[in-house]
């Protein structure tokens, strides 16, 4: 009798283990999330560190909301309404649409994912602009899409001629990320007019507005309220930003009922929780308040964002564009990881896109003059 044989020689050499995993995700970037400032304030030895990298509104939960949150998680032993009942029939009442129009899920990022879920076999494309939300691209590998990534026009914002002309029979869903991260810039209506007249009517066009209570700009059209009712549009917010609900993971999407039906049978079951549910009802209870924090917000973003434009070079690409979100963007090329790392060297933590540029979230006036006072250290170096 024989014995097994191995599959390899020699006495240092073990055996090689079954792959387990799907090869082509082994070329798929992992997300960043923003750095903890308490771990670099020890790492530095400083009191604080300043965290400008994740595009989180400084001012705190919104009034009620942490009562709202401690009561419910007294039930936490019970699972959330997976309906999101009352949830969906606020936002309905709140933006004059039918509930059924309505899915919610973790983030407008998940919701997202699940309408690649929902419309996407493997092989079918997804267009998007790039650089544009970095999640775009994990999106589409991991549902086994083919991503089309169109580059931004000269102003880093979408070329919206291009990303129709890159439509094929095998496009499936358009993402339009507007007001655009990681870069700020935006989308008029004319332009967005002529595109959606542009894409084929079996193609899905998503418009990504995570940042549109920040918009200032009246040429930049609220999604929901111009484009809410085109058939083959659908339209995602969420709370993270400007409702301040980052920690608790919460969004939604208004589309047409049966787009909204397909993504709630694809949401993993319960996933908005109980906490998200209650902090988001109450919440929006909070909408004048939330107004006023952001009008804060862009008052700041618009005195950072001249005070850097003296720190650039001029030129079409290199200036700071206009931002209608919560950051600006900075078009360093190749000085962004630099610039991003002499930063964090001072205490200060901002988002570097390697070789393109680095986002700077929009904080407190006193945080947003400690990174300017560090842009003018690196740009006397």
Not at 90 to 110: F, K, N, Q, W, Y
Request: charged fraction near 20%.
């Amino acid at each position: 009798m024989t014995g097994p044989t191995s599959s390899t020689a020699g006495p240092d050499r073990r055996p090689r283990a079954p792959r387990l995993t799907r090869a082509d995700l082994d070329a798929l970037p992992n997300y960043v999330p923003g750095r903890s400032p308490a771990d670099l304030a020890r790492e530095l030895g400083l009191p604080e560190a300043i965290k400008l990298a994740s595009n989180e509104v400084p001012y705190g939960p919104l009034p009620g909301v942490v009562e709202a949150v401690a009561e419910a998680v007294a039930e936490a032993h019970r699972y959330p309404d997976m309906g999101v009942l009352a949830l969906r029939a606020a936002l309905a009442e709140r933006h004059g649409v039918d509930p059924d129009r309505i899915a919610t899920g973790c983030g407008s990022v998940a919701l997202a994912e699940h309408l690649v879920r929902a419309t996407c076999l493997p092989g079918d494309e997804v267009v998007y602009s790039w650089r544009s939300f970095e999640a775009y691209p994990i999106i589409a590998a991991t549902s086994g899409a083919t991503s089309v990534r169109v580059p931004n026009d000269a102003g880093h914002g979408h070329d919206l001629a291009a990303m129709a002309a890159a439509v094929t029979d095998r496009t499936r869903l358009i993402l339009v990320c507007n007001p655009n991260n990681p870069t700020g810039t935006s989308l008029r209506r004319a332009e967005l007019d002529r595109f959606l007249a542009s894409v084929p009517d079996d193609v899905l066009v998503v418009l990504d507005e995570a940042y549109r209570e920040f918009v200032t700009d009246p040429e930049v059209p609220d999604g929901l309220a111009v484009y809410g009712d085109r058939p083959n549009v659908v339209v995602l917010r969420t709370f993270s930003k400007a409702w301040g609900l980052a920690g608790l993971r919460i969004g939604f999407l208004v589309g047409q009922p049966e787009v909204a039906a397909a993504v709630r049978k694809v949401v993993t079951p319960f996933s908005t929780s109980l906490a998200a549910q209650a902090a988001a009802l109450a919440a929006l209870t909070q909408a004048d308040e939330v107004r006023r924090r952001c009008a804060l917000v862009v008052t700041e973003r618009d005195r950072v964002t001249e005070a850097l434009r003296k720190r650039l070079p001029a030129g079409p690409t290199a200036t700071v564009p206009d931002s209608q979100a919560n950051f600006v963007w900075l078009p360093l090329g190749d000085r962004s990881v630099p610039f991003a790392q002499a930063c964090e060297a001072r205490g200060i933590i901002v988002r570097p896109f390697a070789a393109e540029g680095v986002r700077v979230t929009i904080g407190t006036p006193a945080e947003n003059d400690a990174f300017l006072a560090v842009a003018d250290q690196l740009g006397n170096q």
